[in-house]
T-cell receptor
Framework: LAKTTQPISMDSYEGQEVNITCSHNNIATNDYITWYQQFPSQGPRFIIQGYKTKVTNEVASLFIPADRKSSTLSLPRVSLSDTAVYYCLVGDMHNQGGKLIFGQGTELSVKP | DGGITQSPKYLFRKEGQNVTLSCEQNLNHDAMYWYRQDPGQGLRLIYYSQIVNDFQKGDIAEGYSVSREKKESFPLTVTSAQKNPTAFYLC?????????????FGPGTRLTVL
């Protein structure tokens, strides 16, 4: 399983764009990149997933360069409610019941 | 509404006792998972099941046991052999129709050993 590395913590202010970068040098050909968000005392929630280039949904954008060794989660115009831990994972989305490794994540703190 | 439920939300146990945490899903998902989370840490995989009547150990299975007799249910037993069971326990499921990387999590059970 590919290991991921991301910053332990980040600070931002309301209204700013936040970019969280994740490194996954050993990503396999069949692996997809997935990001989750977790609030205190709750289970993580799926945010976005991609394989290459750019993916956008109503919550975030995910940028993946051609070599796929890293990815960047972009949160536009964050608010206080975006304060949470964000996890980057890689895995084969077609692998039934395959293991996903949740690292320590990035703790994002949004200030007024 | 489809979803995944865990009960109880809070659980207190005396040392030396076994305790079972419930996890039920009505999402028709094949795969189910149990994670443990300690304060300030990420999630660690305890057990996972790809299909009924089959399950595999995760990274920290010692002191835990599971069963998967029904597709909808994946209970976790924390045995007295688990040396430090106080933690937040999360159950998840994933399956066809969504990516297997998209796991749906329950609200969690916070276990405290007295």
């Amino acid at each position: 399983l590919a290991k991921t590395t991301q910053p332990i913590s980040m600070d931002s202010y309301e209204g700013q764009e936040v970019n969280i970068t994740c490194s996954h040098n050993n990503i396999a050909t069949n692996d997809y990149i997935t990001w989750y968000q977790q609030f205190p005392s709750q289970g993580p929630r799926f945010i976005i997933q991609g394989y290459k280039t750019k993916v956008t949904n109503e919550v975030a954008s995910l940028f993946i360069p051609a070599d796929r060794k890293s990815s960047t989660l972009s949160l536009p115009r964050v608010s206080l409610s975006d304060t949470a831990v964000y996890y980057c994972l890689v895995g084969d989305m077609h692998n039934q019941g395959g293991k996903l490794i949740f690292g320590q994540g990035t703790e994002l703190s949004v200030k007024p | 509404d489809g979803g995944i439920t865990q009960s109880p939300k809070y659980l207190f146990r005396k040392e030396g006792q076994n305790v079972t945490l419930s996890c039920e899903q009505n999402l028709n998902h094949d795969a189910m998972y149990w994670y443990r989370q300690d304060p300030g840490q990420g999630l660690r995989l305890i057990y996972y099941s790809q299909i009924v009547n089959d399950f595999q150990k995760g990274d920290i299975a010692e002191g835990y046991s599971v069963s998967r007799e029904k597709k909808e249910s994946f209970p976790l037993t924390v045995t007295s052999a688990q040396k430090n069971p106080t933690a937040f326990y999360l159950c998840a499921s994933s399956g066809r129709g969504s990516s297997y990387n998209e796991q749906f999590f329950g609200p969690g059970t916070r276990l405290t050993v007295l």
